[in-house]
Antibody
Framework: QVQLQESGPGLVKPSQTLSLTCTVS??????????WSWIRQPAGKGLEWIGR???????KYDPSLKSRVTISVDTSKNHFSLKLSSVTAADTAVYYC?????????????WGQGALVTVSS | QSALTQPASVSGSPGQSITISCTGT?????????VSWYQKHPGIAPKLIIH???NRPSGVSNRFSGSKSGNTASLTISGLQAEDEADYYC??????????FGGGTKLTVL
């Protein structure tokens, strides 16, 4: 059974960089069959896809966040990471990592439990 | 790109059926058979309940079914149960190779 777990600071100051890591267990992040994705949900709002990475390091980001987002992968540690720069209060959200099908189906079948990140001074 | 359009809320009584719509464009919902649906209870990670418009993952109740016509996809829940009360989100693959979500629909079981 694949499991994902987010980790990282729960509080980030405005203008700084948010950093989260997602550790994958029960499966290899090097699999050819999946992307590894980040999604967020601000309080009281809907889900927002942030972006994805493939085992090769190839990435795709949502256009609205592209200028501030970096997703990277460390296959030796079986984890992938999210960096979001120049954060504001609008970036306060629960951040989820998830496994995304590599086919164009783009469905997210395994999710982490979520990590609340608050942007505040 | 804009979020897919879902009704803010729907409701139904136990045993009834409800349908949640998800409207996009020809660049996402209408252009591909790659619509997914997720069930989200408060404080719990989303759960995939439908992918590729109509397919249910193993373990998901057959009370959940999906369909699509043109630019609008639909999720139908039959035989409503109290535990179905949750938020439901659709998502679609897009022509830009991104994923776009709907705004979410709150289902209330009366």
């Amino acid at each position: 059974q694949v499991q994902l777990q987010e980790s990282g600071p729960g509080l980030v100051k405005p203008s700084q960089t948010l950093s989260l890591t997602c550790t994958v267990s029960g499966g290899s992040i090097s699999s050819d069959d999946y992307y590894w994705s980040w999604i967020r949900q601000p309080a009281g709002k809907g889900l927002e896809w942030i972006g994805r990475i493939y085992t090769s390091g190839s990435t795709k980001y949502d256009p609205s966040l592209k200028s501030r987002v970096t997703i990277s992968v460390d296959t030796s540690k079986n984890h992938f990471s999210l960096k979001l720069s120049s954060v504001t209060a609008a970036d306060t959200a629960v951040y989820y990592c998830a496994r995304e099908s590599y086919s164009s189906s783009s469905y997210l079948d395994y999710w982490g439990q979520g990590a609340l990140v608050t942007v505040s001074s | 790109q804009s979020a897919l359009t879902q009704p803010a809320s729907v409701s139904g009584s136990p045993g009834q059926s409800i349908t949640i719509s998800c409207t996009g464009t020809s660049s996402d919902v209408g252009g591909y058979n790659y619509v997914s649906w997720y069930q989200k209870h408060p404080g719990i990670a989303p759960k995939l309940i439908i992918h590729d418009v109509t397919n249910r993952p193993s373990g998901v109740s057959n009370r959940f079914s999906g369909s699509k016509s043109g630019n609008t996809a639909s999720l139908t829940i039959s035989g409503l149960q109290a535990e179905d009360e949750a938020d439901y989100y659709c998502s679609s693959y897009t022509g830009s190779s991104n994923v776009v979500f709907g705004g979410g629909t709150k289902l209330t079981v009366l």
